[in-house]
């Protein structure tokens, strides 16, 4: 099994930028796609963004695309998050999902491991 660990999250202004980071231990996440959803207040847990096991396939949910990249670090077993011109509507805690070697991440039903998710707060 492996362990997901985000970081990054914090408060920023709207316009402002973030990285989030998730790192991974117990397996490496070389061989595996890798995603990133966001759960705002009662709301549904959303798909963001997810990469291939190699970086080199990238999808983004339309409410981030041109502003969020998402990339990972295969020798460092680290998965990136860079969101920037940040809006309030991207308040939400941030997951790192690893697949279920599904073979790419398009939904929950991909995931087979969870981060304990890091808090995103955008002021306005």
């Known amino acids: 099994q492996v362990q997901l660990v985000e970081s990054g999250g914090g408060l920023v202004q709207a316009g402002g930028s973030l990285r989030l980071s998730c790192t991974a231990s117990?397996?490496?996440?070389?061989?595996?796609?890798m995603g990133w959803f966001r759960q705002a207040p009662g709301k549904e847990r959303e798909f963001v963004a997810a990469?291939?096991?190699?970086?080199?396939?990238?999808e983004y949910a339309d409410s981030g695309k041109g502003r969020f990249t998402i990339s990972r670090d295969n020798a460092k077993n680290t998965l990136y998050l860079q969101m920037n011109s940040l809006k309030p509507e991207d308040t939400a805690v941030y997951y790192c999902?690893?697949?279920?070697?599904?073979?790419?991440?398009?939904?929950?039903?991909?995931?087979?491991?969870w981060g304990q998710g890091t808090q995103v707060t955008v002021s306005s």
């Open positions: 117990g397996r490496t996440l070389s061989s595996r796609a």
């Open positions: 990469i291939s096991w190699s970086g080199i396939n990238t």
């Open positions: 999902a690893a697949d279920r070697l599904a073979g790419f991440i398009r939904s929950k039903i991909d995931v087979g491991s």
